[in-house]
């Protein structure tokens, strides 16, 4: 098979943005759970149901004779998840230590990572949006009509894992990114904000905005699967695609595209 | 790329997850008073001051009497067992006293009475845990900064210390009891209140019994419980409380 050209791809901002932002998530998230295990219990509302019930989801542990089960309660639903979730290595905690940061209960230690990845994400996330809406890097990941049309083809292409590689990002990835960038990655730092005490001073509007704290830190959560998801398909999508041209471009910017060029893409 | 050595790469990618994540015992290594700890503790410097700059005094929200659904759940010592507290507790508070010291020009030592005949405030507020969870209550008392201003605060008044009656730790050198502090900008927040009263009631032990600080736009565990001194002072001489000394942000605003 002829290779098509190399293209300069990725700008140095771009770059240099994804590897800050993968290196604070990858912190975020295991400090996250870190923190989270400290009270392994979701709820909805204002505040969190000792005497009634508005929990969504608890990660607990029930002795068993001679040893500890791990019960997950979902919306009422028990299930026994033993090993990973409630209890794990015969010791009841919410997510396994492997999973967290440091791997045994510090909530301080945990703390303090998770608010200087969360000030080194918010910041390079500014960053990326102001030097973005002016080099137009934001008009590249939003999906323009024609790219709305070849949405089923592209869909399809996916599924059967044939990967057009062109001068642009193609409506699937540009909806992902965009949905990541747009959407989740602003949720969490608002939700996140949220769980503030003296934010809420600031900005109380913010908390009827999601129905209260304890239903902000649902959220919280919820969008850390969404983004843990994003990133298991991020890493499937590369290494079906090739993953030393897609590191190349994400590392050097440039990128090897198809012999025929980028008519799909455009 | 051939498709077989795709397949082995996505193989090996997934395979490789676990293994990746199971190495964050890597990052155990943080030792409380290390480079790393500092670098990452200055960001507690910036999220202070961003907090400072974005709530300057506004009010915590306020709840209505139908947000109280439950009991305010206690933490931390919930019965103190130190003698003097219970000879204290046995006699109905008659005996205890709030001594006001430090950098001030007027040194106080006030009766529960003494507190209770100031003017006082009510307020229905959220209790947020740094564990994650939230409790709605109602909070009578008087406001630290009535007392304060009798007490008249010297010119070098900067931090206010709270100190506690129960021991929270038993160590070889003794027992320590809780303390917290801080700053004058909290410490006259019109919500700053020493609470002796909760949900329509005096104060039960479990929640701070007599007298327990309220600081409505900060964690728990900057409200101290079972006070007994105030001390008002120049600079903070420690961490600035027992959690403090344990790794947590002395501003406990997130």
Known sequence: ?266 | MPADLSRRLVLTGLLATPALLSGCKVFDRLPPDGATRNLFEGANELTHATQKLVARDALAPEFTRADIRQGMRPNGVTNPADADYRALAANAWADWRLTVTGAVEKPLSLSLPDLMAMPSRTQITRHDCVEGWSCIAEWTGVQLSRVLAEAKLRPEARYVYFRSMDTIERGLSGGIKYWESHDLRDALHPQTILAYGMNGGPLPVRNGAPLRLRVERQLGYKMAKYLAGIEVVPALADKGGYWEERGYDWYGGI
Not at chain 1, 22 to 35: E, H, M, N, R
Not at chain 1, 131 to 138: A, C, Y
Not at chain 1, 215 to 229: D, K, S, Y
Not at chain 1, 237 to 266: C, F, K, Q, V
């Open chain 1, 1 to 266: 098979m002829a290779k098509g050209p190399l293209v300069y791809r990725q700008r140095i901002m771009t770059r240099l943005t994804h590897w800050v932002w993968a290196v604070s998530l990858f912190f975020l998230l295991l400090t996250g759970l870190q923190i989270f295990n400290a009270h392994p219990a979701l709820y909805l509302g204002r505040q969190s149901g000792f005497e009634f019930d508005n929990a969504v989801l608890v990660l607990g542990a029930r002795q068993d004779g001679d040893s500890l089960r791990g019960v997950t309660t979902v919306l009422g639903h028990e299930f026994d998840t033993t090993g990973l979730l409630g209890a794990s290595g015969g010791e009841a905690h919410g997510f396994p230590g492997w999973a967290t940061i440091p791997s045994y209960h510090d909530l301080a230690t945990g703390r303090v990572i998770h608010f200087f990845f969360a000030w080194t994400l918010s910041l390079t996330l500014l960053a990326w949006f102001v030097s973005s809406l002016l080099n137009g890097h934001i008009r590249e990941l939003i999906p323009t009509p024609s790219d709305l049309r070849a949405l089923p083809g592209d869909v399809l292409n996916h599924a059967r894992l044939r990967f057009h590689h062109g001068h642009r990002y193609n409506v699937l990835q540009k909806l992902a990114y965009a949905g990541v960038l747009f959407v989740l990655l602003p949720l969490m730092i608002l939700t996140g904000l949220s769980m503030s005490p003296s934010f809420n001073a600031a900005a109380p509007w913010l908390l009827d905005v999601w129905g209260g704290r304890q239903t902000a830190r649902t959220i919280h959560f919820a969008v850390m699967a969404l983004l843990v998801l994003f990133f298991l398909v991020h890493v499937l999508m590369i290494l079906l695609a090739g993953p030393l041209n897609e590191l190349r471009s994400i590392l050097t910017g440039w990128y090897r595209i198809d012999p025929e060029g980028d008519s799909h893409a455009r």
